[in-house]
């Protein structure tokens, strides 16, 4: 059953009495109802945090009216603030290399609508997932990307070009195992999610598997992150573990890991597309 189309605002500023009267005030003024409202207030930092659902049909007025009307509260509170409409699903570029798992995850949870979001295109530096892509519909571009050289600048320029060409507001790294540029990765800020097989700040870089086997710990798991120009260093959006025994081979602790892989991205992925997410220089706010 399709849902009510609804409008959900976000916002930071700085803290200070009366925020959640003024804004609820607002709403209530212009005949609105609050389907949910979370907000968080950081002592350290004192900054207010914010996510509300309004309902569409008892404003009586489409998304750019209610951006308008909101601007000046807004101003008054000094607010860095988005609002988007639930009818509006991202457009997503999804990236990969030959690892299926991810990938296949969220499509299949898009498939089901268990996952809302535009999937307009596919890239990949392989041709191997070329099949799963174009069963759900979706377009495929393969750019290989040399490992080194002049030709690697040029296959991330080509990649650039295409993500333009999509114009995603969202970009996720399924296991895509390449390190963007960071002139790239300036390009989108807050706005390219990646997938990272160990629990960072442990064992950042390439094989986190094999150094977490070396090491010895006993747990281990999953990332899911914004790309910055530093590595694997983002802000975190979530993660989750898997515990490490003793006999378990690196084989069976990849296998393992698959599964957690999938699931924290879905997650991660989940909460960004729902504005769950307010980002406060390297650290998150998420309303999960």
Known sequence: MTQPTSYRLTGTCPDRVGIVARIAGFIAELGGSIISANQYEDTETEMFYM??????????????????AFEPVARELDMTWSLRSS????????????????????????????????PVCVISNHDDLRDLAEWHGVPYH???????????????????????????????????????PPWLC????????????????????????????????????????????????????????IRIRHHDSI????????????????RGLRYHLEDRVLVQGNKTVVFS
């Open 186 to 241: 300036a390009e989108y800020p807050n706005r390219i999610i990646n997938i990272h097989h160990s629990f960072l700040p442990s064992f950042a870089g390439a094989r986190p598997y094999h150094q977490a086997f070396r090491r010895g710990v006993k747990l281990t798991g999953a990332t899911c992150h914004y790309v910055t120009e530093e590595l694997d260093a983002g802000p975190i959006i979530d993660q989750d573990v």
């Open 87 to 118: 009818d509006c699903p991202q457009r997503v570029v999804l990236m990969a290399s030959r690892q299926d798992h991810c990938l296949a995850d969220l499509l299949h949870l898009r498939r089901s609508g268990d996952l809302v979001f535009d």
């Open 51 to 68: 996510r509300y659902v309004v309902g569409a049909e008892p404003l009586g007025m489409d998304a750019d009216a209610f951006r308008a």
């Open 251 to 266: 084989d069976e602790l990849v296998r393992r890991g698959k599964d957690v892989e999938k699931r924290v991205l879905a």
């Open 142 to 180: 393969h750019v290989p990307v040399p490992k080194v050289g002049e030709g690697k600048q040029q296959a991330f320029e080509t990649t650039s070009a295409l993500i333009r060409e999509a114009a995603p507001d969202t970009i996720v790294l399924a296991r895509y195992m390449q390190i963007l």
